[in-house]
């Protein structure tokens, strides 16, 4: 996003984009009012494209990221990884996870239990 500026140049007045000096005029009015509609030229350029111009919607999908970090864990039984929250903590495994298989199967009884 380009940051417009009216500053004083000797005796006339400079439009300047991002420091750079790209107008001048006699008038401080006019110089304002082109600034003021580059900016809403600009304003009206963001609505249209959000992803590309919106710095804080670019970083939006980052802190999901982080919050949906996975941390995957790996059966003792099996030897497959899953993710943490499919793995079962147990004292049957020899690193203290199983896969959701695997706990079935060393336990067969659980679903008649939990019904
Ligand atoms: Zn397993």
Known sequence: MSKYEVKDVVCDYGVYQDGELKLILNSRRIAEQIVSLLKEDEQKHRELNPVKDYPS?????????????????????????????????????????????????LNPCIDTEWA
Do not use: V
Request: charged share 45%.
């Open 57 to 105: 919607y670019l970083d939006r999908p980052k802190m999901t990221d982080k919050k949906k970090r996975k941390y995957f864990r790996k059966c003792g039984e099996c030897g497959e990884r899953h993710e943490q929250s499919e793995m079962i903590r147990t004292d049957q495994s020899d690193n203290g996870w199983l896969c959701a298989e695997c706990y079935e199967e």
